[in-house]
C-alpha cells in the first residue's frame, strides 16, 4: 500500500510564494503519474495540475504560469511550487497517484495524501 504525506501548506499573503512537497511511502511514485489536487470550502476536488514520469507536465488555466510542478525520483518526492497566490487558492491541498497519464491527461489513482492546507490572505 502507497502512503503519501504532503507537507508545505501554511498562511501566504497574496502575491506570495510556498512550495509543498508530497512523499511517498515507497519507491513506486517515482515509477508513474502524480497529480496535485485542491479542494475549497463548499467546492468539489479539483485537479490542479499533474507530472508524469518523465517530468512531463499539465495544468489547469487558473494555475498556468504560477504553479509549476516537479519530481525528484531519488526522493520519490513530487513538488508544487505556488508564485503569486492569490486568495481563491486558498484550499486544501492533496497528492494523489496511481493514476494514468494519456493524451497529456491525468487520471486520478487511487492513492491519496492527507492534505495541507493553504490560505491566502488579501
Known amino acids: 500500500q502507497l502512503q503519501l504525506v504532503e507537507s508545505g501548506g501554511g498562511l501566504v499573503q497574496a502575491g506570495g510564494s510556498l512550495r509543498l512537497s508530497c512523499v511517498a511511502s515507497?519507491?513506486?511514485?517515482?515509477?508513474?503519474?502524480a497529480g496535485w489536487y485542491r479542494q475549497a470550502p463548499g467546492n468539489r476536488r479539483a485537479l490542479v495540475g499533474s507530472?508524469?514520469?518523465?517530468?512531463?507536465?499539465n495544468y489547469v488555466d487558473s494555475v498556468k504560469g504560477r504553479f509549476t510542478i516537479s519530481r525528484d525520483n531519488t526522493k520519490s518526492t513530487v513538488y508544487l511550487q505556488m508564485n503569486s497566490l492569490k486568495p481563491e487558492d486558498t484550499a486544501v491541498y492533496y497528492c494523489?497517484?496511481?493514476?494514468?497519464?494519456?493524451?497529456?491527461?491525468?487520471?486520478?489513482?487511487?492513492?491519496w495524501g492527507q492534505g495541507t492546507q493553504v490560505t491566502v490572505s488579501s
Open positions: 494523489n497517484s496511481g493514476g494514468t497519464w494519456t493524451s497529456d491527461t491525468y487520471s486520478e489513482g487511487r492513492f
Open positions: 515507497s519507491n513506486s511514485l517515482g515509477l508513474g503519474a
Open positions: 507530472i508524469n514520469s518523465r517530468g512531463g507536465t
